[in-house]
């Protein structure tokens, strides 16, 4: 298996590179840094359920050549910036951070994420990219980890069935294309709504050739006519009948997609494990068409790209073993065993043959369009608090409760009193 459909290198050497998998170490360690190891204070939203923590505190933990206790705050992604911003003012000294894409800027700002030597990059393949939403001012405080992709899923029979042979290459042409497959079993084309509606507008945004900040983060730039070309776009689906702000996944059931109630979504690669294992048949190369998000005309296709990010406390107790043990997540078996059980992109370009993972054809989509990665969150310190308004003002124009153009002013007025405090 190859995590890409590029001719990929193995990843041979990495792990002694890093420091790999050695002896097995206890998770029962002392404490105090040096050879002997100690206690470690992690903060994640990930590797949350029983099956996550034995891969942390056990397989990965027990591959460290060092005897180390972990002490693991596994925080939700929606209580994660408040753990954070409640604890800055108390001194937190956790050793290693798990965050997302955008958070880099705000808190290496403030001084929560250290700066990292780029030594540290010794012997990972880690794609541009991926990298560029690691730093601030261009220093790096964090590395990628386990990267979430955003495309379009189709189901090839329902797309036969209405004359359908591949996506768009426009986001004009593919709103035609909407259009036209209306009818029939499905409620309608596209589920355009089971994903973070914050995050489908910064998708859209990026497609009509815009982005959240300027270069610096000094200011917004959404506001050039981009922000708003992106809500009308998904107003425009849902006055066609394309879509509806109605129809998305309910929680512990078969998405809308696997229901065949749409023929489209706009899906993230982090929901393979689900689809794989609730409805193995769908997700054939014969049954499912993968494609990128279009542009609007004149613009590349664009993949959304989120995921988890690894940082070091600035504050930390232990940094020397901090990093080792970061080091240590990057081992090849350590990486595999984590996207295993996240089903998401390890952010390295090679890695060994592993089955469970060549059965992820996302994992290959993603990894074969990073050159198009062009929408993800962030750009600027102000991002959180311009994070935390977007989803309610985007969910009010949805609904008609406020233009795009009103909701374009709010968030700028949000954003430019962030920028102000700054």
Known sequence: MTLSRRNLLAFSGAAAVLGGAAACGSSGGGSGSGESGGELSILTPIFEDAEGKQTLEETIAGSFDKDVTLKVDYTPWDKLNEKLSTSIAGGMSTDIFMSGVGWVPPFAHKGVFKQLDESILEGLDIHEKLL?????????HALPY??????????????????????????????????????????????????????TWVHLVSCFGGSLFTEDGSAVA??????????????DLIADGSTSFDLRAAEGQPRPWQQERVIFELAGSGIWPDLYEQTPEMVTEDAMQIALLPGAEGNDPVMFLGGTLVSIGERGKEPELAEEFVKNLYTPDNLIAA????????????????????????????SDNLDYAGGAEGGSPAWM???????????????GAQSPADTIARLKQTADEAISRL
Request: charged share 25%; net charge negative; glycine share 10%.
């Open 339 to 366: 996207a295993i059980h996240g089903g998401r992109v390890p952010a390295v370009n090679t890695l060994p043959e592993d089955p469970t993972l060549a059965e992820n054809r996302f994992i290959s989509f993603v």
């Open 132 to 140: 560029d939403m690691c730093r601030y001012e261009g220093a790096l």
């Open 222 to 235: 959404f506001d050039d006519g981009t922000g708003e070309a992106a809500l009308q776009y998904m107003l």
């Open 146 to 199: 386990q990267m979430d992709g955003r495309m379009i899923i189709g189901n090839t029979k329902m797309m036969e069935e209405r004359g359908i042979t591949e996506i768009p290459t426009t986001l004009e042409d593919f709103r035609e294309m909407l259009k036209e497959a209306q009818g029939g079993s499905a409620e309608a084309p596209l589920d355009l709504f089971s994903n973070n509606i914050r995050q």
């Open 385 to 399: 608090e311009l994070r935390g308004a977007l989803n309610p003002e985007i969910e009010s124009a949805m609904t």
